[in-house]
């Protein structure tokens, strides 16, 4: 008998020493302060715990306050309670708050457990405060109308977490979220529910909306407007309910595999970003047109992975950022993005990018373009724009394997070309290039073995003389097909073929003549240069080729004369152009006999000239007379090289004519002279012996 008494008084002394072990515990207030961790508070002395429920229905005070981590079974309240720190958790059965509750900036309210409740119909105030249900609990705070965020950097979470979980808030009608840095998320996952369906609006800050794993629900059914940064995402069988959210102005979507989010509704996306991956589709049929927030800000529109599709079959024009900040459109990793009833950017900034193996950016009823619109493919991607025929102001960067619609291209003024990792770019429509009217720098370049860049059509080339240079670049075994560009004239141009196996195909170029700029002509480190081996019309132009070209030097230094480069004894036509007139003939310039290597036969080039330099042999033949310093001329003869030629003379057209000379010629033309001027009137005529 001794014995089995020590056994008993040892379990009451072990079951003394739990927290009221299976006990409900009730509020006393008899201690000094409102505290939850003051024992005296407490019938019997004990501090509530996991495995106790909790009575405050009496007792002394009206206010209970939790300033640490606590945890009890259940909850039945009618004071006041105040979570100010910690994290308050109930584990089972139903729990109730008719008093005021409390939660102040970083506390939670945490409940879990299958068939756990907790609800406050009291009033409720919660402004930085987390809520988190689980396991299939249930918390309703029916008395929790607004919640403003903290202005403090510090995150807050409300989230529900396993099927049947739930933490509804029928009562709150607006938020706002953290305006200092970080976020308010609301996070369903699991099965979760998070019913939020008489909110109205975001009023401010930054608000992170995810719902996660099959059934997980965050219900924004009554959202109206967004006035702050609020990110909607799901993924996994999850959904996010805004049915009457037209304006979306700020907002961004991001879908994955198996999610969905109300889309079908909205009118407006100024700002948003907008994402789909892992299969996912989205579509925005009511979006119309597409306007870039005034501010320096970023936004992407993005479709990554196999079937993920981004559609918006309603837009028609697109207006990109004009302060700073791209609109970037990108398909990657098979995913497409189609937006092929757009058919002008307005202006601004504007990037599309397709990258991965059936990657699609479609954009083929494309026709205008009034900003800055960069194109981009690679990797098996490929951007359609087959009726943009005006490439003004737009960037194409093709790279290995990718494809961008370029044949139908007539105008590339401004625009920049690259061609990289044995990409092929051909522009047979394009035919003369003109620059854009702004100081800026344009580049057309091939880089890399197999890389080329093609414009087959193109016989003119006009530099900016605003500032700013074009730049052709031939690099690292790429090729420049430029073979049908006869002339080059005007402002700030270089040409560079740099690197084993790269070529600058300029075959047909007769005449590079730069008014009020520069001109580059350099081939090195085995980089080749294709140039004409008959003649050249130059004028502020720097030369750097390896020797070898029959007519051009291998180093020349820019000089501001009109200077005629070709094969001695040779004739030459020049013949000229004005720019400024669309269309209008090449006409008469002069006929130069070349005595050496070059001639100078001009102290500048005029502008708004472009130039064109013919060989020619005369037959039948053709006398120029020319006057020379000193009252001197003198008189040449272009005719076939083997034919015997008199020269006649007279001062008086009515008299008789005098023979001067006979020649046999034995190249293309021959000079006479100089003589003194003796008569004010002389003339000379030819005739075939």
């Not at 072990?14 to 006990?23: E, I, K, Y």
């Not at 394009?430 to 016989?459: F, K, R």
Request: net charge negative; glycine share 14%; hydrophobic share 40%.
């Amino acid at each position: 008998m001794k014995e089995q008494r020590f056994v008993l008084i040892a379990i009451l002394v072990v079951a003394r020493g739990l927290t009221g072990f299976g006990q409900t515990i009730a509020w006393s207030g008899a201690g000094s302060s409102s505290s939850w961790f003051d024992p005296n508070n407490w019938v019997g002395r004990q501090v509530p715990g996991p495995a106790n429920d909790v009575l405050i229905m009496s007792g002394t005070g009206t206010e209970v306050t939790v300033t640490n981590n606590a945890t009890v079974r259940s909850i039945q309240c009618t004071k006041a309670l105040t979570i100010s720190g910690g994290t308050f958790t109930v584990v089972a059965g139903s729990s109730q708050v008719q008093g005021a509750l409390g939660m102040t900036n970083g506390s939670t309210l945490a409940v879990t457990g299958a068939g756990t409740t907790f609800a406050s119909s009291g009033p409720t105030s919660g402004d930085g405060a987390n809520l988190s249900a689980s396991g299939g609990a249930v918390l309703s705070l029916p008395g929790l109308v607004t919640y403003r965020a903290p202005s403090v950097c510090e995150n807050v979470a409300w989230q529900a977490d396993g099927a049947g979980s739930v933490v509804s808030l029928p009562g709150l009608t607006n938020v706002t979220g953290n305006t200092v840095c970080a976020y308010l998320t609301v996070r369903a996952s699991n099965g979760g529910q998070i019913l939020l369906s008489n909110v109205v609006m975001d009023l401010g800050g930054s608000l992170s909306v995810q719902a996660d794993g099959s059934n997980s629900l965050v219900n924004l059914s009554s959202l109206t407007e967004n006035a702050g940064a609020l990110n909607l995402e799901a993924s996994g069988g999850g959904s996010v309910l805004a049915p009457k959210l037209a304006d979306g102005n700020g907002v961004n979507f991001n879908l994955a595999a198996g999610g969905a989010i109300s889309t079908a509704q909205l009118t407006n996306i100024s700002g948003s970003s907008l994402s789909v991956s892992g299969g996912g589709v989205m579509s925005l049929p009511g979006v119309v047109s597409y306007q870039a927030p005034v501010v320096c800000q970023g936004v992407t529109w993005q479709a990554s992975g196999v079937g993920s599709l981004l559609s918006l079959p309603g837009l028609t024009n697109v207006t990109g950022n004009t302060v700073c900040g791209y609109l970037t459109v990108k398909a990657q990793d098979g995913g497409q993005v189609f937006l092929d009833n757009v058919v002008t950017n307005l202006g601004g900034d504007l990037s599309v990018q397709a990258d991965g193996s059936n990657s699609l950016v479609n954009l083929s009823s494309l026709a205008g373009n009034a900003g800055t619109l960069n194109l981009e493919a690679s990797g098996g991607g490929s951007v359609l724009v087959p009726k943009l025929a005006d490439g003004n102001g737009v960037n194409f960067n093709l790279a290995a394997g990718g494809t961008i619609s370029t044949a139908q291209l007539v105008n590339i003024t401004g625009a920049g070309l690259s061609v990289s990792g044995g990409a092929v770019m051909s522009l047979p429509g394009v035919v003369t290039y003109q620059p854009p009217g702004v100081c800026e720098d344009i580049t057309w370049q091939a880089n890399g073995v197999g890389s080329v860049l093609s414009l087959p059509g193109l016989t003119h080339v006009t530099g900016n003389t605003v500032c700013g240079f074009l730049n052709v670049k031939a690099l690292n075994g790429g090729q420049v097909l430029l073979s049908n560009v006869t002339g080059i004239q005007n402002g700030y141009q270089t040409f560079l073929s740099d690197g084993a196996g790269s070529v600058l195909d300029l075959s047909s170029l007769s005449g590079m003549v730069l008014v009020n700029g520069l001109g580059q002509l350099t081939a090195q480190n085995g980089g080749t240069m294709l140039l004409n081996t008959q003649a050249f019309l130059l004028a502020n132009v720097t030369i750097n080729i390896p020797p070898g070209n029959p007519v051009l030097p291998p180093t020349l230094i820019a000089s501001s004369s009109l200077t005629l480069y070709g094969q001695p004894w040779n004739s030459y036509l020049v013949e000229a152009q004005n720019t400024l007139v669309p269309d209008s003939p090449f006409t008469f310039a002069a006929r130069v006999p070349l005595t050496n290597a070059f001639q100078a036969f001009a102290s500048a080039p005029p502008p708004n000239t472009a130039f064109r330099i013919t060989e020619f042999v005369a037959d039948p033949p053709t006398l120029d007379m020319v006057f020379l310093p000193g009252s001197q001329y003198e008189v040449i003869l272009y005719g076939a090289p083997g034919k015997t030629y008199q020269i006649q003379s007279t001062t008086n057209l009515l008299s008789a004519w005098a023979p001067t000379s006979v020649v046999t010629m034995t190249n293309s033309f021959r000079i006479f002279g100089p003589a003194a001027v003796t008569s004010p009137d002389i003339f000379f005529r030819y005739s075939q012996l």
